[in-house]
């Protein structure tokens, strides 16, 4: 059972225009989030996370925004640049959780168009 | 950068044959893990450790062992391949702030 779900396997926008990823997760004992980044042929890196003490934390050009009531998280890119096409991925840990293992969504493609 | 190596970054091999991937680390990262990516499974726990000789299970651990003989070195053994485990492995180590996982470059391992 997904404990983490991003329902959008791709997402396509305009250069210049906002992105939205969203990521769902069904375990409210998660208190961590994660976005990672991944162009083909490379290893996932680390963009940005937040605590759930907070409820949104910004990046430059990246912000994310969690709603715990909802248990939704959001990734937001503005302006989004033709280099940010990627697999983006959403993930989350929790106290307790087994040596903070992170349990991971199964990604959305993002492609960014000229 | 972390400082993670990962070798071979491509393997191709035979059902049946053992195969080790190795994951190396310069800073002294206490927890490792190894991570499998396949397409519409995002990213999934193999194994992982929490120190020298410290080792345990993850989600898809079957298939799979693990032996961390010095802090710097993880190793990811395929006892026997199947083509069920082509796919790509990635390390990572935990660092910084909170649960932050820093990843490796990948190995890409093709079981024919």
């Known amino acids: 059972d997904q404990q983490v779900k991003q329902n959008s396997p791709s997402l396509s926008v305009q250069e210049g225009r906002i992105s939205i990823l969203n990521c769902d997760y069904t375990?409210?004992?998660?208190?961590?989030f994660l976005w990672y980044k991944k162009y083909p042929a490379e290893g996932p890196t680390f963009l940005i996370s937040?605590?759930?003490?907070?409820d949104k934390n910004e990046d430059g050009r990246f912000t994310v925004f969690l709603n715990k009531s909802a248990k939704h998280l959001s990734l937001h890119i503005v302006p989004s640049q033709p280099g940010d096409s990627a697999v983006y991925f959403c993930?989350?840990?929790?106290?307790?959780?087994?040596?903070?293992?992170?349990?991971f969504g199964k990604g959305t493609k993002l492609s960014v168009k000229p | 950068d972390a400082g993670i190596t990962q070798s071979p970054r491509h393997k191709v091999t035979e059902t049946g044959t053992p195969v080790t991937l190795r994951c190396h680390q310069t800073?002294?990262?206490?927890?490792m893990y190894w991570y499998r990516q396949d397409p519409g499974h995002g990213l999934r726990l193999i194994h992982y450790?929490?120190?020298?000789?410290?080792?345990d299970k993850g989600e898809v651990s079957d298939g799979y062992s693990v032996s961390r003989s010095k802090t710097e070195d993880f190793l990811l053994t395929l006892e026997s391949a199947t083509s069920s485990q082509t796919s790509v492995y990635f390390c990572?180590?935990?660092?910084?702030?909170?649960?932050?996982?820093?990843f490796g470059p990948g190995t890409r391992l093709l079981v024919l």
């Open positions: 990572a180590i935990r660092q910084g702030v909170g649960e932050t996982q820093y």
């Open positions: 375990n409210s004992m998660f208190d961590y």
């Open positions: 937040i605590s759930s003490i907070k």
């Open positions: 993930a989350a840990s929790y106290p307790g959780g087994s040596q903070g293992n992170l349990i």
């Open positions: 800073e002294n990262h206490r927890y």
């Open positions: 450790s929490y120190g020298v000789k410290d080792t």
